[in-house]
């Protein structure tokens, strides 16, 4: 059973078109983490998320933490080819410290 | 801020010999550094969560006497991995977790670049 349910797995757009992506849980965590992966590289971090309700935005990008801080969602306004890549979601369930991941989103964006 | 550095990049051995990874923190220091492994185009796998100075926590599966870790120091962890076969194959990645990095109070991780090992 996967704690943090990343929806979708793919997703292949074009140019200028806008997408989400959804990270779900039946578990509360303190914080979420997403990040952005290319191939033969290791993830980066775009933007923890910790209060309930709460939005980020990154440039195109824009987070959001549900109020309940069970899920999360990923926009992305006009996406860009240089976008593509793969977009996971982290967090830390309750009192543990041990990090869980979400399955991915592998995001192609087509010119 | 926040870098994490892993050495090799890329690593071919042939089957039955040892591997060791390297994985630092360059700018801060890291209570907590965690391995992964990696398929193509799937998520990451934790395999042990390192604390410096203690023994490793392996994961449900992950053999501790093939992949041994060492956290030496507050900004070094190493991943043997011992009498590699083909299926130890995989992209491996380490990420470094300091407490109130950067001003956060938040226990982000921070991954180092992933090493790229193919047993012949």
């Known amino acids: 059973t996967q704690l943090l349910e990343q929806s979708p797995q793919f997703l292949s757009i074009q140019e200028g078109e806008n997408l989400t992506v959804y990270c779900n849980s039946s578990?509360?965590?303190?914080?979420l983490q997403w990040y952005r992966q290319e191939p033969g590289e290791g993830p980066v971090l775009l933007v923890t998320?910790?209060?309930?309700?709460e939005v980020k935005k990154l440039k195109r990008l824009t987070f959001q933490f549900g109020d309940a801080r069970k899920d999360s969602s990923l926009h992305i306004t006009a996406a860009q080819p240089g976008d593509t890549g793969l977009y996971l979601c982290?967090?830390?369930?309750?009192?543990?410290?041990?990090?869980?991941f979400g399955r991915g989103t592998s995001l192609i964006v087509h010119p | 801020g926040a870098v994490v550095s892993q050495h090799p990049s890329r690593v071919i051995c042939k089957s039955g010999t040892s591997v060791k990874i390297e994985c630092r923190s360059l700018?801060?220091?890291?209570?907590?550094m965690f391995w992964y492994r990696q398929f193509p185009k799937q998520s990451l796998m934790l395999m042990a969560t390192?604390?410096?100075?203690?023994?490793?926590?392996?994961e449900q599966g992950v053999e501790k006497d093939k992949f041994l870790i060492n956290h030496a120091s507050l900004t070094l962890s190493t991943l043997t991995v011992t009498s590699a076969h083909p299926e130890d194959s995989s992209f491996y990645i380490c990420?470094?977790?300091?407490?109130?990095?950067?001003?956060?109070?938040?226990?982000?991780?921070?991954f180092g670049p992933g090493t790229r090992l193919t047993v012949l």
């Open positions: 990420s470094a977790r300091g407490l109130a990095h950067m001003g956060s109070s938040y226990n982000e991780q921070f």
């Open positions: 578990s509360v965590f303190s914080s």
């Open positions: 998320v910790v209060t309930g309700g």
């Open positions: 982290a967090g830390e369930p309750g009192g543990s410290y041990i990090p869980t």
């Open positions: 700018d801060f220091q890291a209570t907590t």
């Open positions: 390192s604390n410096e100075g203690s023994k490793a926590t392996y």
